[in-house]
């Protein structure tokens, strides 16, 4: 009986967690679809529920997770990918959020904008080989590169590269920042790297090779390059303000 009785409420909880109970349309997610508290993936669509529901609880994936929004604690072994997040996300290879239009919200160069909470990572990412978001408000860090392909408040942290394609507000420690976007990036904080490259800095770069357009604050390397600076080439140290 006990045995009958256990094997009838995993079925029910099965039930009720993948079933449209829980799915209250426009409530919950930004997708309109449902939500649900628990997910487990092998490989999307092979889930507990569908891909166009949001999770607010728990994901666990093994090899490709994907679902609209994900608010809680998302761990993986190998791929995750979803809208946004709201909470932890750890994967063995890769997160990746993106919206699911072409272009952003709004006007690049401001990182509060409308629509901005539907494509965001707010929270923590750890990925094994990377991390990529449209918007960040928290912290990357990953094996080999994170990317962020519109604007970050926050930290980011990898073995090889960051990248900030719009105005990151915080730090990035890597050994290549803004590599793709040497001009159009801007940095309001610390950069630290070997390689350190941005259009507008205000704060502090610190490496063997420090490059900027414009600069309101100080270089600290090998050799130093202000593009609009008085004095456009320095080593050891460079400053404008």
């Known amino acids: 009986m006990k045995t009958i009785s256990f094997s009838m409420t995993l079925a029910l ?16 997610d930004v997708s309109g679809k449902g939500w649900s508290p628990f997910q487990f993936s092998i490989y999307s669509p092979i889930q507990l529920v569908g891909e166009n529901k949001s999770i607010t609880g728990l994901r666990l994936s093994l090899l490709y997770g994907k679902n ?3 608010s809680g604690i ?5 791929v995750s990918r979803s809208n946004s997040l709201t909470g ?30 539907a494509y965001t990572a707010k929270g923590i990412q750890i990925g094994g080989l990377g991390n990529e978001v449209d918007y960040l408000s928290g912290i ?12 970050a408040f926050g930290i980011q942290i990898a073995l090889v590269a960051n990248e900030s394609k719009g105005t990151i507000k915080g730090i990035q420690i890597g050994g290549i920042n803004n590599l793709l976007a040497p ?24 490496g063997l090779f420090n490059v900027c357009v ?28």
């Not at 998302?74 to 190998?78: E, F, P």
């Not at 001009?183 to 941005?198: H, K, Y």
């Open 13 to 28: 909880v099965f039930s009720l967690v993948s079933g449209n109970s829980l799915a209250a349309p426009g409530e919950g």
């Open 68 to 70: 609209t929004d994900i």
């Open 74 to 78: 998302d761990l993986g072994l190998g």
């Open 88 to 117: 932890i996300q750890i994967s063995g290879v890769a997160n990746y959020i993106q919206s699911p239009y072409t272009d952003p919200p709004g006007p690049v160069g401001s990182i509060t904008r409308p629509g901005d909470e």
């Open 140 to 151: 990357q860090i990953a094996g080999i590169a994170n990317v962020v392909r519109y604007d």
């Open 183 to 206: 001009r159009t990036s801007s940095v309001i904080g610390i950069q630290v790297g070997l390689f350190n490259f941005a259009g507008d800095v205000t704060g502090v770069q610190i």
């Open 214 to 241: 414009n600069l309101s604050g100080i270089q600290i390397g090998l050799l130093n390059h202000i593009e609009q600076g008085r004095f456009p080439w320095m080593p050891i140290i460079n400053a404008k303000f």
